[in-house]
């Protein structure tokens, strides 16, 4: 599988405009995980409104401690992507036709909710090393947008709306 990173340009279309700004958001909302080992963000949006958010941690009620003694991740800890649809599902509200912004790539199990959630979009900005939660969104059908985390501007975009 190839993924081709998107790559700015003047004439940036206003979804690539959009995509880089809400990456951006999903990266500030991994600041909010206590795991030490990788923070991960996730934003999903519809219709231009963000509907959702989450970042990788432990379930509510359990201690903010994601990894063991020896650093290693602990079994119960959700993805971001995880807690972000079942955030949505919380509130009876849906992600039919919704993007989902992720600071990584999505991990398989990831990808199977996010399949299952009716999202057609997913945007993400760091490249995991295993690839096989991307090969199943695509082969879903569902669009997937690379754009590197260091391409992504920490100050506003020079552009208007």
Excluded at 55 to 76: A, L, M, R
Aim: hydrophobic share 35%; with cysteine.
């Amino acid at each position: 599988m190839t993924i081709t990173p998107t790559t700015s340009s003047a004439s940036d279309s206003k979804q690539t405009i959009l995509d880089r700004r809400y990456l951006r958001m999903a990266r500030i909302w991994a600041e909010n995980s206590y795991c030490r080992r990788r923070q991960v963000g996730a934003l999903i949006v519809h219709n231009q409104m963000i509907i959702s958010d989450g970042y990788n941690g432990t379930p509510s009620g359990f201690e903010n401690v994601c990894e063991d003694d020896e650093g290693i991740t602990k079994p119960y800890v959700l993805h971001a992507e995880a807690n972000a649809i079942t955030k949505v599902a919380a509130s009876g509200n849906n992600c039919t036709g919704a993007t989902i912004y992720i600071t990584a790539s999505p991990c398989l199990e990831c990808a199977k909710l996010i399949i299952q959630s009716r999202i057609r979009r997913v945007v993400y900005g760091e490249q995991y090393r295993l690839t096989d939660g991307v090969e199943l969104l695509e082969r879903a059908g569902i669009e997937v947008v690379y754009i590197p985390l260091d391409e992504i501007s920490t100050t506003a975009d020079s552009s208007t709306h």
